[in-house]
């Protein structure tokens, strides 16, 4: 549908099978990176209406989500914490607890991942330890669970994309970051961390170590873009760490780099 | 009257001028009456449809009904009030439509927050590609809102099937088992990206294919002495499948997709496969007969050499 047919209407988009191929083909991805949902875009179109002029994406998916926002759904866009990659996902809003993952999983594993999520907020790195996890495993509700199956269900959360694992520490995966930054910000005001720039939820970045204060590592990255002596914006100190680099799609076409032979960032820096 | 309580009050009148004017709006397509968009037990009795039916305050009631509209419309819903009619849309796509209009007290109204929480339960199973029971339905919508249950899931498997192009449907005939299918055909790339699910692992088809030729059932003998044209032996790890009893006995099943039954009265006993109810919801029988006859003239010996390049191309286009 050409953007131009919306001119009268502000805040109703209307849906056709393109918008509806999209939602349907993002939601069994589940996340997905900027690149990727323009191809998803392009794809929808070319099924369904091959000579319309494919909309901007931004366009898009204002469009879509005024349709969604009824419903409480949006698509929703983050960027991921450790390289900057804009990401996408379709995500439920307004449900206020981690019962967003309910039906996936059992009384036990729920609490589990809170459990997790606990210590993630309140560790300075953003990771917290497989050993750490598993010690509170007597502590769940439900059905009793021994270490080796809290294993498998940490797995779970990893192949579910509500965690990441490095090097036998878990941290959230930038989905579940989307889709629960509100409720974790209702629910853990006091320990939970945020962006000195961009002032969303922080989970991985970099932070002062005079004033404290944090920056994602992106925003790091854009902040010090062009600084030959970066400082800390807070209280003017020498800003301790190493400027990270970022995803920049410009240079990754270029280059035609797998994501795989990026720079690898040490993303704990504190 | 203090300043903020004037504007206050000014904005109340044009939201509730507005909702006597807001109506929700389907394709040309749709001929059957349309729901409101935007019903709430507290309606305003104000409305001018001709078969509305007033809602007392409380006790919520079936949602006035609206004309048939043959252009769509798209209704700005931001409290401006008056015509609440925007630019009328060429009806070019038969599939074109725009959602309801939300209003503000419909979104709190108990009765539609437990319609987006069906839906995204709905959507939710969906992803994940597992059948849905009235019961699990029942519990979602929970027991106080019981009488409003068919309502509610009506409602929700509209906004399922305007904004998302899913239906749900029934599996069998007792009506306690669902599953939710796309309106829009799967396209071979989707197929292949992986993004659909179905035929994920390409085993499906050619084992669906196998299952009619036989009649409708196929001993899991002659799965397997089919399987072995295509290189796939029972206990044998495949490179690209995994362990091949597990997955056809299990994973497949447990996605509905296949029955595997005993075959009664057999002894020792032995099992056989059917199409489960998500390939009859699915499968594209067309496509699936498309198989058999490329099959059929295809000398055995050259079915594994057939098969595995197909996996190569997948693994190229990936």
Redesign the interface.
């Given at each position: 549908v050409p953007s131009s047919m919306q001119c009268g209407t502000r805040r109703m988009g209307v849906m056709t099978d393109v918008h509806r191929r999209f939602l349907q083909l993002l939601m069994t991805h589940g996340v997905l990176e900027e690149q990727a949902v323009k191809r998803l875009q392009k794809h929808c179109y070319k099924v369904h209406d091959c000579n319309a002029t494919v909309e901007k994406l931004e366009d898009f998916i204002n469009n879509i989500n005024s349709v969604l926002e009824s419903l409480c759904i949006e698509v929703k866009k983050g960027v991921t914490e450790d390289d900057g990659r804009p990401i996408y996902a379709l995500v439920n809003l307004a449900t206020t607890s981690v019962s967003k993952m309910a039906s996936d999983f059992a009384e036990n594993e729920l609490d589990l991942f809170r459990k997790a999520l606990e210590l993630i907020i309140d560790s300075e790195s953003g990771f917290a330890s497989s050993t750490n996890i598993l010690n509170l495993v007597d502590q769940l509700k439900g059905k009793k669970m021994r270490k080796k199956e809290a294993e498998q269900v940490l797995q779970k959360f990893v192949q579910n994309k509500w965690l990441i694992e490095k090097e036998g520490e878990f941290t959230l995966h930038s989905r579940a970051i989307l889709e629960m930054e509100q409720y974790i910000r209702a629910t853990y005001p006091d320990s939970v961390k945020m962006c000195n720039i961009c002032h969303s939820l922080l989970i991985q970045g970099q932070s002062c170590e005079t004033c404290g204060i944090r920056m994602h590592l992106p925003c790091v990255a854009k902040y010090f873009r062009s600084s030959s002596e970066p400082r800390c914006p807070h209280c003017n100190d020498c800003w301790p760490h190493e400027i990270p680099e970022i995803f920049n799609p410009e240079k990754e076409r270029e280059a035609g780099t797998s994501s795989s032979n990026k720079k690898s960032l040490r993303s704990r820096q504190h | 009257m203090p300043y903020g309580q004037k504007s206050k009050l000014r904005a109340r009148e044009k939201r509730r001028q507005a909702r006597s004017d807001t109506h929700s709006v389907k394709g040309a397509q749709t001929t059957t009456a349309e729901e409101e968009g935007s019903p709430s037990s507290s309606s305003p009795p104000s409305r001018d449809s001709p078969e509305s039916s007033p809602a007392a305050a409380g006790i919520p009631q079936e949602p006035p009904r609206v004309q048939p509209i043959t252009t769509?419309t798209?209704?700005?819903?931001?409290g401006t009030g008056a015509s609440g009619g925007?630019?009328g849309?060429?009806e070019g796509?038969p599939?074109?439509?725009?959602?309801?209009?939300?209003t503000e007290r419909?979104?709190r109204d108990p009765v539609t927050r437990r319609v987006?929480t069906l839906?995204?339960?709905l959507?939710?199973?969906?992803?994940?590609k597992e059948p849905i029971t009235k019961a699990e339905m029942l519990k979602i919508v929970n027991k106080r809102y019981k009488e409003h249950f068919s309502d509610i899931l009506r409602r929700a498997t509209e906004?399922m099937e305007?904004?998302?192009?899913?239906d749900l449907k029934e599996v069998d005939s007792t009506g306690q088992s669902y599953t939710i299918v796309?309106?829009?055909e799967i396209?071979k790339?989707?197929n292949l990206s992986g993004?659909?699910?179905f035929p994920k692992t390409r085993l499906l088809m050619p084992l669906l294919g196998i299952i009619i030729l036989n009649g409708n059932r196929a001993t899991e003998d002659e799965i397997w002495e089919f399987l072995s044209f295509l290189g796939i032996y029972d206990g044998k790890r495949h490179f690209m499948l995994g362990d091949p009893r597990r997955l056809i006995t299990r994973d497949i099943v447990k996605e509905t997709y296949l029955e595997y039954q005993e075959v009664p009265n057999s002894y020792p006993p032995r099992y056989e496969f059917l199409w489960g109810p998500r390939a009859h919801a699915e499968a594209n029988e067309e496509k699936v007969l498309e198989f058999l006859v490329k099959i059929n003239d295809t000398d055995p010996r050259a079915f594994q050499a057939l098969y595995e390049e197909t996996w190569v191309d997948e693994a190229k286009r990936a």
């Open positions: - | 769509a798209v209704v700005d819903a931001s925007a630019e849309q060429d796509g599939s074109s439509s725009a959602a309801p209009a939300p419909s979104q987006s839906l995204q339960f959507l939710h199973k969906y992803k994940m906004h305007l904004v998302f192009g899913l796309s309106k829009l396209t790339e989707e993004g659909r699910g």
